[in-house]
C-alpha cells in the first residue's frame, strides 16, 4: 500500500510539473494575423521568424525585399544599404492594394548607412497585393517599385 502511495504522490508531481513547461514554440507563435497585423512590427509579434522574400528591387545599391509571413499573412519592406559611401537619404516603401488594384495603405522605412539594414511595420491580409519601392530625397534617382505579388 505504502507503494501505491509513493508512486502516486510522484505521478501527480511529475505530472503538476509538466503543467508548468510551456509547449514548445508557443513562446514564438505569431501574435496577429491579416489586417491584425497592420503597422505592427514583424519582429515584436513573432512574425519574421518563418517570413519569405517574394520580391527584391535593386535600386542604386539600395536593396529592398517583400517579406511575407505564412504564419501571420502579413507583409512588409525590408531594406539594406549595400552603397558606400551612402550620401544619398533614401526611403523604402511597402504597398497594399485591393483586388481591383486600387491602392489601400503604404508604410515607410528610412535606409540605415552603409552596410545596415531595417523594416518597416507590415499590412497584412491574403486577398490584397503587395509591392515595394525606393525612393530619394529629392527626387535625385526615379522611383523604383518591384511588380505587385
Known sequence: MRKNSARAALVSA??????MIPLAGTSYAASCSGAGCDNKG????????????????NSNSRVAELRWSHD???AWVRIKNNA?????????TIEKYDGAGKFIKSLSVTTPGYGGSDWSNMLGGSTYYYRVCVRFDDDLYPLQCSTKW
Open 42 to 57: 514583424p519582429a515584436t509579434y513573432n512574425c519574421d521568424a518563418n517570413a519569405s522574400t517574394m520580391r527584391t528591387l
Open 72 to 74: 501571420c499573412i502579413a
Open 14 to 19: 511529475a505530472a503538476m510539473a509538466l503543467t
Open 84 to 92: 558606400d559611401p551612402s550620401v544619398y537619404t533614401s526611403y523604402a
